[in-house]
């Protein structure tokens, strides 16, 4: 027997999504271009895995990861929405501004 492509293998784990979240986004997410835990590409497999239809990375004041999760959406058949997480300030106070 054919040792499991890994493709097959991320396929498998999408049969067993969340039916619920089919349609469904993550909006809001961060990768290690900024402060988040996961490289790009890792953070549009997870939502993939999960059963969501896109996922958005807005890293803080970078957009550095955007090419690297829109070739993974391509692989993965994910929609990828760009998008950055402005840092500022007004009044004193730190503000983001997600774009």
Do not use: F, W
Not at 26 to 51: C, F, W
Not at 57 to 81: F, N, R
């Amino acid at each position: 027997m054919d040792k499991p492509k890994e493709d097959d293998k991320q396929l498998e784990i999408r049969k067993d999504a969340n039916p619920e979240l089919h349609g469904r986004c993550d909006l809001h997410t961060h990768t290690q271009a900024s402060d988040g835990m996961q490289p790009p590409a890792e953070n549009v497999r997870i939502a993939y895995a999960k059963g969501l239809s896109a996922v958005a990375i807005t890293d803080h004041d970078t957009v550095s990861g955007v090419t690297e999760a829109i070739e993974a959406g391509l692989k993965h058949g994910i929609t990828v929405v760009p998008g950055v997480e402005i840092s500022t300030r007004t009044e004193g106070k730190e503000i983001h501004i997600l774009g």
